[in-house]
């Protein structure tokens, strides 16, 4: 129940293509979402986050959309560039009750030139 | 820059032995993180400090132990080492936030190798 699953564990994008990761929990104390991105030799950096009450996010090529029904949310990176190549974490954290910070397995994305 | 500073970068030791790893969170952060990082294992929380206190455990082995300073420095204990250690630590800070949850800022971790 504290698991949060995330496909697909690697993905290869065209430049300029579009590039899509789901995650999905089933704890529904979770109520906040943040995807990380992460390159190699750094730690992960947050890229944007949505919390449950939202069904979709954007910041720039950066989308996040939510379903609250389904316990699913997924990233997805328009106009994909070859800098984008990284790899990428979704998380899930609740302070309801006792504190979780439950993190995906990752996804590393390479965008081809 | 995350402003998350971990020390040292590199650590390499032998099995049984112990090490002390260390974080300086962002300034104003009282939040203090630290998650292990393995092949198969991804990104695992294993405790967070709220100004100087334990405020959850994730899965943290009873040979580890953390604690935050008066400074909000934070150690990550590591004792016993196994070759199963081997990992990527990472820590991070986040804005004191109540009940709300806020980002957390990584550092670049300390990796760990136990020959």
């Known amino acids: 129940q504290q698991q949060v699953k995330q496909s697909p564990q690697s993905l290869i994008v065209q430049k300029g293509g579009i590039s899509i990761i789901n995650c999905a929990y089933e704890?529904?104390?979770?109520?906040?979402f943040p995807w990380y991105q992460q390159f190699p030799g750094k730690g992960p950096a947050l890229l944007i986050a949505?919390?449950?009450?939202?069904s979709e996010k954007k910041e720039g090529r950066f989308t996040i959309s939510f379903n609250k029904s389904a316990k699913q949310f997924s990233l997805h990176i328009m106009d994909s560039q070859p800098g984008d190549s990284a790899t990428y974490f979704c998380?899930?954290?609740?302070?309801?009750?006792?504190?979780?910070?439950?993190f995906g397995t990752g996804t590393r994305l390479k965008v081809l030139a | 820059d995350s402003g998350v500073t971990q020390t040292p970068k590199h650590l390499i030791t032998a099995t049984g032995q112990r090490v002390t790893l260390r974080c300086s969170p962002r300034s104003g952060d009282l939040s203090v993180y630290w998650y292990q990082q393995s092949l198969d294992q991804g990104l695992q929380f294993l405790i967070q400090y709220y100004n100087g206190e334990e405020r959850a455990k994730g899965n943290i082995l009873e040979r580890f132990s953390a604690q935050q300073f008066p400074d909000l420095h934070s150690e990550l204990n590591l004792s016993s080492l196994e070759l199963g250690d081997s990992a990527l630590y990472f820590c991070a800070s986040s804005h004191p936030a109540g009940v709300v949850n806020q980002p957390q800022h990584f550092g670049d971790g300390t990796r760990l190798s136990i020959l």
């Open positions: 998380a899930a954290y609740t302070t309801s009750g006792t504190y979780k910070y439950i």
């Open positions: 704890n529904t104390a979770f109520d906040y």
């Open positions: 949505i919390r449950p009450d939202v």
